[in-house]
């Protein structure tokens, strides 16, 4: 269960929308449409960085999820005015998006950005990251480090290779051709969201792939990528080896989970979905 700090706002919509004949406006007629969701964890070092960089303009609502952090995260998100949920316990970096999710297709959103808030990914690229979603190309669209060069933003050579393993591994499975799985900044469509079943998810950090293997499965949903810099510094969260070592067992697991369930050896309860809205 999540305990509500704060009540989520209400956001009027622009009252003049753009006249007929001019091209039409992938904005939309209101930024309301647009929710950033930060699930958060011991982030009071890096939070106020990462909000400073989102571009407020496109935005309708920043809301954070804390999961029981032992820091001043809490505090800082209510001084820079975000929504904020507090979990009564801890529910794991997977359990957290799952309250995220929920929050932002309660507030109503069209698109669903979700943002590490360790700074670690750049937030002046969220324009570019929701574009596609808000034109009608895509549902799932991923900031990717790898269409640039993440060893030259300071990416442990030990990340990098298990990430490229990973990647490799993931795209022989679902039929794609993605530069990065492993991102901690994605946009979804609502559209996305209410057709896959993600509350079935882990609560651990395999969440992510575990999601991505849905919409494969799903079918009918379109995946793009951006470019985004990479940055680590003392201050970011990160993964350490032992941790990493289990997360790519699971992400493993996932994938033949989804092969046993494509090919019908094992049908999965978490890869059955309904069809996505036209």
Known sequence: MALRRATLPSVDPIANDPPMADPPDPWGASPARVVIVMPAYNA?????????????????RIILVDDVSRDETVEVAERLGLDVIIHRQNLGYGGNQKTCYDAALAAGAEVVVML??????????????????????SDLVLGSRFLGDPLAGGMPRWKFISNRFLTRVENLAFGLHLSEYHTGLRAYSRRLLETIPYRLNSDDFVFDQELIAQVVAAGGLGIDEIAVPTRYFEEASSVGLRRSIVYGISTLRVVARYLLHRTRLRRSEKLTTRPPAP
């Open 44 to 60: 009071a070092r890096t939070l106020e960085r990462t909000y400073a960089d989102i571009p407020h303009e496109i935005v309708g």
């Open 116 to 137: 590490h808030p360790d700074y670690q990914y750049d937030a002046t690229r969220i324009p570019a990251l929701v574009e596609p979603i808000l034109a009608g190309r």
